[in-house]
């Protein structure tokens, strides 16, 4: 089973950056995709961004440009750099991962094909 903590959140002025992380531990599992999603008040869950096993990153159109996932395979963290935050980027984020086979980690980032979630971190973006 693996587990899934996240860190990096906080409260930001709007033009502001953030890095947030990602740590998976456990034993006798094996990772198809990681991805990051987030939800706002009052929305559905939204895919961010993933990575399959080979290292390929998949984004969601509009939010590309400002963020960018990377990982340190040595550490099993995924990151996720998020550049000239605004207002409209407040929600919590969550890291979850895929461990079951079957579908590709994109084009499209979809929350109902990851099994095993974190708590989340909140991000806060003030005007």
């Known amino acids: 089973q693996v587990q899934l903590v996240e860190s990096g959140g906080g409260s930001v002025q709007s033009g502001g950056s953030l890095r947030l992380s990602c740590a998976a531990s456990?034993?006798?599992?094996?990772?198809?995709?990681m991805g990051w999603f987030r939800q706002a008040p009052g929305k559905e869950r939204e895919g961010v961004a993933a990575?399959?096993?080979?290292?390929?990153?998949y984004s969601t159109e509009s939010l590309k440009d400002r963020f960018t996932l990377s990982r340190n395979n040595a550490k099993n963290t995924l990151y996720l750099q998020i550049d000239s935050l605004k207002p409209e980027d407040t929600a919590m984020y969550y890291c979850?991962?895929?461990?079951?086979?079957?579908?590709?980690?994109?084009?499209?980032?979809?929350?109902?094909?990851?099994?095993?979630w974190g708590q989340g971190t909140q991000v806060t973006v003030s005007s």
């Open positions: 979850a991962v895929r461990t079951v086979g079957g579908l590709a980690c994109g084009p499209m980032v979809l929350p109902r094909q990851y099994n095993i």
């Open positions: 990575i399959n096993r080979d290292g390929r990153t």
């Open positions: 456990g034993s006798g599992y094996s990772i198809m995709c």
